[in-house]
């Protein structure tokens, strides 16, 4: 199987259709038994299997499947594969990640009649970052993929917020690494986050409409459309934030949405930063976390005079920065020590630190959010930094760590 094959007999049927043709293709190449697809949902909490070659029964629930403590789990976090084998003759069970830039999409999972060795190894991790382009290619024109990524029906706010984020919702580079969770309340609060790289900067936005349900979905629209639009058109910082703010006095029937934006020089590092009436970010540091208070501006929507400051921050290598909402500090979020959490997770990707937090907040208000839980967590390596590995964030001149193949990977 070579890639621009793979891609090939996956163009050339239906885009619901596609992820059946390369498990066809892959369980005929190495004559597995069985071959299927997992995606990972909103949250990283559970995978769905969508498609299979094969019957092989994994002793998992049918279709969706809970990550926390299984092999799935692992695989996900590591972004290693596995490879297991139960006893003597028995089926070997492959799961290798599906990824892009750092963003999880889900697993390939197969099983094979004998152990791989290192050329079939490869084969699966090229099959497996391929699928992740082929998911990203075909998710435009069907909602299987959506509906994969749901572990519950969502309400009508949830579904105008869930079409609010960026469509992936991590992202690795080599002068950074960036990831969002978001956990909505039993009442949608209206919070969003928002990423997007150009050719210079990497600019971050997390934003908290006032109120519940699908009011505060609405005003989130509004400004997350005026500062995408303001963006778009080369606006700077300043004027992102004016035009967010005018479009919420225009529209926003006397609502108001908080935030914080943040772009970082992919040239040399500088930072520029405007906090609307946001709660601060937090900085880990050497081990430490501190919070970052810079002066805060009014809400966007305000109907008073006023204006918004760029200012700069301190940001240096090695650094991570951790941009949240209130629904994170609010009611039993109050007993759990945040800036522990933090130190605790430093070793975990952006993606899984993010999502660690957002469990751990929805863990201590059991499972019942009053408001929305938002996180966005970048590591900030520098602009001098070297090349890092797309799909697990590896510096690629450590030659002792591993690819997603599972072996060595030599700088490059």
Known sequence: MTLAGTLAAAEAAAPVESLDVVARMLKEHLGAASVSFLITDFTGGSVVRLGAAGSVETDEPAQRITLRGTLYDDVIRTQRPSVEAKGQGALVRIVAPVTNRGD??????????AAPDAEVM??????????????????????????????????????????????????????FAVAGALEPADHVGGDTFDYVIDRDTVQLSVTDAMGHDVDAALLATLAVGALRRARRAGADLAEQARQADQAMREHGHKGYVTGQLLRISLIDGTTEFINA????????????????????????????????????????PG?????????????????????????????????EAARTLIAAIVDANDGHLQDDATVMCL???????????????????????PSRTGRTTPGR
């Open 277 to 316: 009436g946001h709660p601060w970010p937090l900085r880990m540091r050497n081990r430490q976390v501190r919070e970052i208070t810079p002066k805060i501006d009014m809400p966007f929507g305000f109907h008073a005079p006023h204006s918004y400051q760029v200012q700069s921050l301190d940001l240096r």
């Open 379 to 401: 590591d900030w390596h520098g602009t001098n930094h070297s090349q890092r590995d797309a799909a697990t964030g590896a510096d690629l001149t450590d030659a002792s760590r």
């Open 319 to 351: 650094d991570r920065l951790v941009m949240l909402t209130d629904g994170m500090l609010e009611r039993n979020a109050g007993s759990l020590d945040l800036s522990d959490l933090i130190i605790r997770t430093r070793a975990l990707h952006p993606r």
């Open 104 to 113: 999880a999409i889900g697993l390939l999972e197969l099983f094979l009649p």
């Open 122 to 175: 490869r084969e699966i991790g090229e099959t497996a970052h391929a699928l992740a382009y082929i998911v990203i290619a075909n998710r435009s024109f069907t909602d299987v993929y959506q509906w994969g990524r749901r572990t519950t029906p969502l309400s009508l706010a949830a579904e105008i917020q869930h079409r609010l984020l960026p469509a992936s919702l991590a992202c690795e580079a080599a002068q």
